[in-house]
């Protein structure tokens, strides 16, 4: 599948499922945003970029601290579903732009703070959306990132990126926490944090907000339940009368410097 066909299930996938995105709990809240917000060292003379917005949680965290955010996505729609509940919380500094993040439309060393929350997992080309988050930021800037990602034993992170590409065509591949250092400190950025997260899932809150059909839903659960041991172990496997109630994964926080 070619980027541009990845880019058009990404929009399709999260045009029919934006309103989700708003109220899920695991985007509107956790401690992996209250780490980004506390460690951004936002002014009150900041520009902030915030790629693939989506619900626009992390726009809504940052506005009252800073001078202006530019949320930027992909899906018209979730740019709308983000507007309407920015804008609900009288935050007037955020403009919403439609934009790719493996190119964006905006100029060299423009932004002070880049952010990136729970998205990379589906941009088909990691390294340009980290050659763009470069590009865009003044010298001493940051990148803010959390991602989900993926365990650094083969099998574990073959099992867990099939699932989630099961659950939603529109993922390409959560990353390890290894390759998102190797690919930010190739790119030019120098790590500077980086932060692991426990990540609940309930199997049917997990499905319903990718919009899974039943029948395709139960094939998931029935191949999950058919793991060996050690993969349930290591994903914390929770299940009951022969169903998968939850399981466990992991996203990271990773904070990077563009250096001056």
Same mark, same amino acid.
């Given at each position: 599948? &070619?980027?541009?066909?990845?880019?058009?299930? @990404?929009?399709?996938?999260?045009?029919?499922?934006?309103?989700?995105?708003?109220?899920?709990?695991?985007? =509107?809240?956790?401690?992996?945003? =209250?780490?980004?917000?506390?460690?951004?060292? =936002? *002014? &009150?003379?900041?520009?902030?970029?915030?790629?693939?917005?989506?619900?626009?949680? @992390?726009?809504? $965290?940052?506005?009252?601290?800073?001078?202006?955010?530019?949320?930027?996505?992909?899906?018209?729609?979730?740019?709308? @579903?983000? +507007?309407?509940?920015?804008? %609900?919380? %009288?935050?007037?500094?955020?403009? /919403?732009?439609?934009?790719?993040?493996?190119?964006?439309?905006?100029?060299?060393?423009?932004?002070?703070?880049?952010?990136?929350?729970?998205?990379?997992?589906?941009?088909?080309?990691?390294?340009? /959306?980290? *050659?763009?988050?470069?590009?865009?930021?003044?010298?001493?800037?940051?990148?803010?990132?959390?991602?989900?990602?993926?365990? +650094?034993?083969?099998?574990?992170?073959?099992?867990?990126?099939?699932?989630?590409?099961?659950?939603?065509? *529109?993922?390409?591949?959560?990353?390890? !926490?290894?390759?998102?250092?190797?690919?930010?400190?190739?790119? %030019?950025?120098?790590?500077?944090?980086?932060? *692991?997260? +426990?990540?609940?899932?309930?199997? +049917?809150?997990?499905?319903?907000?990718?919009?899974?059909?039943?029948?395709?839903?139960?094939?998931?659960? $029935?191949?999950?339940?058919? =793991?060996?041991?050690?993969? !349930?172990?290591?994903? #914390?496997?929770?299940?009951?009368?022969?169903?998968?109630?939850?399981?466990?994964?992991?996203?990271?926080?990773?904070?990077?410097?563009?250096? #001056?």
């Amino acid at each position: 599948m &070619s980027n541009d066909q990845i880019k058009g299930q @990404v929009r399709k996938q999260f045009a029919k499922n934006a309103e989700k995105y708003v109220t899920s709990a695991g985007h =509107a809240k956790g401690d992996d945003l =209250a780490l980004l917000v506390a460690s951004s060292q =936002a *002014s &009150s003379d900041m520009k902030v970029l915030d790629i693939a917005t989506g619900g626009g949680h @992390v726009a809504n $965290a940052l506005a009252p601290l800073v001078e202006q955010v530019i949320a930027l996505d992909l899906t018209d729609e979730m740019l709308q @579903v983000a +507007e309407r509940f920015i804008r %609900g919380n %009288g935050h007037q500094n955020v403009d /919403f732009v439609a934009g790719d993040a493996e190119h964006i439309p905006f100029e060299d060393d423009y932004f002070d703070l880049v952010t990136c929350r729970i998205a990379a997992h589906h941009f088909p080309d990691v390294p340009s /959306f980290v *050659s763009e988050a470069l590009r865009v930021m003044k010298p001493g800037g940051r990148l803010l990132l959390i991602d989900n990602v993926a365990p +650094e034993r083969d099998e574990n992170d073959q099992f867990y990126n099939e699932i989630e590409k099961w659950r939603d065509g *529109s993922h390409v591949r959560a990353w390890r !926490k290894t390759e998102w250092i190797r690919m930010l400190e190739l790119a %030019g950025f120098r790590m500077e944090t980086m932060v *692991s997260f +426990e990540k609940h899932f309930i199997f +049917e809150d997990w499905c319903n907000r990718a919009g899974l059909p039943e029948p395709e839903r139960r094939e998931l659960e $029935a191949s999950m339940l058919r =793991a060996p041991s050690v993969i !349930k172990g290591y994903f #914390k496997f929770e299940e009951a009368l022969g169903r998968l109630v939850s399981f466990e994964g992991q996203s990271a926080y990773i904070q990077a410097l563009k250096a #001056k």
